[in-house]
């Protein structure tokens, strides 16, 4: 039906709204762990360079205090040169290890964002079918509305045959339609106010049978009371009236039928 296509589509943009967030948001929540590790390395290779740093300021000291008698502080000094070769040899791990890792969180992040591209664009290519969806319900249901005033307005012009055609076609046309027993219940009328009551009986039938829980069922048996009388069936038409109460007590058509029966 048209109001449930609205909601659906209502529905569909509401979803469009929060639903990139939430997938980026999930996906760098994934990233965070990569995050922290490069951002602890990184401190890590800054503390090494700061040692290196102190160390080659140490060496340039050293150096400056050197004399001839210094062959003991040139031990030393190549003792230095050596551990400070291996913290050079560490420090280019740990820029490797660095630079990978910011590379694969760059790459994660690039199909990160293609990803959550392509979603979006499924994601509008459904609103806009749902908004289409909507667009042709509105359209249907008023073309719907058009057809059936077009043929209760000529019941009320009194063109009962072109009522009961053009109820017929609506009835065809719109078998969905909520208003498919209300276009049968009028077909009855138009064959009553013809005075064709052997077919407004058949017709107030099938509303009765097919669609028994409508408003209009129990005007329908009211009308096949009323036919029931002008064919002089007036047993039959009590019997009509009673089932009418019966089965529908709190109807407006239950209180006309108990006003008949106190009358016959």
Avoid at 20 to 43: G, K, M, S
Avoid at 78 to 98: P, T
């Amino acid at each position: 039906m048209p109001k449930a296509g609205a909601r659906l589509a209502r529905g569909g943009i509401f979803l469009g709204a929060f639903l990139v967030p939430l997938l980026a948001h999930a996906a760098l929540f994934d990233d965070e762990e990569a995050r922290r590790q490069i951002v602890q390395l990184r401190n890590q290779v800054e503390s090494r360079q700061k040692s290196i740093e102190e160390r080659l300021s140490a060496i340039d000291a050293r150096l400056a205090q050197m004399d001839s008698s210094g062959q003991n502080r040139a031990v030393d000094l190549a003792q230095l040169i050596d551990s400070l070769k291996q913290d050079l040899a560490k420090l280019r791990g740990q820029v490797e290890v660095l630079a990978n890792q910011t590379e694969t969180l760059e790459r994660r992040q690039k199909d990160l964002y293609v990803d959550l591209d392509n979603r979006l664009r499924r994601l509008e290519q459904t609103q806009t079918q749902l908004q289409d969806k909507l667009s042709q319900g509105e359209r249907s249901a008023a073309s719907e509305k058009q057809a059936y005033e077009a043929a209760l307005n000529q019941f009320k012009l009194g063109n009962y045959q072109l009522a009961i055609t053009n109820f017929q076609s609506f009835m065809t046309n719109f078998a969905s339609s909520e208003l498919v027993p209300s276009a049968q219940y009028w077909i009855g009328n138009a064959h009553y106010a013809m005075r064709d009551y052997k077919s407004a009986i058949a017709a107030q039938q099938k509303v009765v049978k097919l669609w028994p829980e409508n408003p209009k069922a129990p005007d329908a048996l009211l009308n096949i009371a009323s036919s029931q009388s002008e064919l002089g069936q007036s047993s039959a038409a009590r019997e009509t009236l009673r089932g009418l109460v019966k089965k529908y007590p709190s109807s407006s058509a239950a209180e006309q039928a108990k006003q008949r029966l106190i009358r016959k």
